[in-house]
């Protein structure tokens, strides 16, 4: 059974490298890169390289799906998009030598109610062909959190498998929905339980209490610090290695690819789970995502200590 992810506002990503970013000045870029992206299509790129055949749906602008295409067709992924008028949105990532990434990411096409329902309609007629859906990203203008709701509510009824990465409006509304997994990192946990979170026991009091819910994974993502996953077996915490950062974007999109990964294989939580960061730790070393080397994520894996922490 399949894999398919939804990305409802992708965009092509426009990285500039730089020494250093000078805020309201003239900066030299050392390189630029434009690439088709967005939070679901970065997680179908990363399981194709892991040897699933994803599906991947949203919207995307009729205008400029050319790269989308050809990033599809390279990595061997379905194309269930629904095309909208107009351009898919760019967002821009500067990236300093420090490894600090600036993003400034654009709205997004405009959402009509009959675009939704189209894409609705879509949805449903691959409904029979994937168990698991990874909804990953913000809410494109046009597209009201209540919708993103009653999509997850309806797919959980129907026995699938929903891993939700979002943050804000639509991360709160989403929870509702009772997805079976969901990746905030600390700053979107903490939006969620409305206080600030320091590490240690007030992140596992915050991440027990969104269990609480009703969501069986809460998978808390903490950049250098590595990741703690609260599933229905207990609590896992996984540290990571110190590695040159090229750019974070996409870290968070590696690290759910490899937890949808190893829920469709059947992993237990430490395989999977190093796995999951393995990936995420490549993410950082690169502009983009995806495996550039296999021996380099052997050697991740290896350097990840994992622990249970509570059974
Ligand atoms: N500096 C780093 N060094 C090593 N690993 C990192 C670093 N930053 C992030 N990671 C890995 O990537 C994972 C996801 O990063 P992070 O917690 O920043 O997620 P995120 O905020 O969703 O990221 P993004 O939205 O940029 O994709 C971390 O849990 C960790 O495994
Ligand atoms: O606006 P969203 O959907 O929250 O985030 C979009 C985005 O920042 O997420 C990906 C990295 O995770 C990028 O490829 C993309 O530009």
Partial sequence: MSILTLTLNPALDLTVTLDQLTAGSVNLAKAGYLGAAGKGINVARVLS????TPTVSGFLGLDNDAAFRALFNQYGIDDAFVRLA??????????????????????????????WNRLLARLESLAGSFETLVVAGSLPPGVRPQQLEGMIEMWRG????????ASGGALR???KGLPSLIKPNIDELADLVGRPISEGMDLVTCAREIQKQGIDHVVVSAGEDGVHWFGPNGYWRARVPQVKVISTVGAGDSLV????????????????LRRACALSVMAVTQVGVGIRNQKELNGYEQAIVVEQVEA
């Fill in 49 to 52: 390289d892991l040897g699933h």
């Fill in 86 to 115: 107009g351009d898919t949105r760019v967002n821009v990532k500067v990236s300093e030598a420090s490894g600090r990434v600036t993003d400034i990411n654009l709205p997004g096409l405009q959402v009509s109610d009959t675009e």
């Fill in 158 to 165: 129907r026995g699938k498998q929903v891993l939700l990465d």
């Fill in 173 to 175: 509304a989403g929870i």
């Fill in 257 to 272: 690819a490899g937890l949808c990964a190893g829920f469709v294989e059947g992993l237990s939580e430490e395989k999977a």
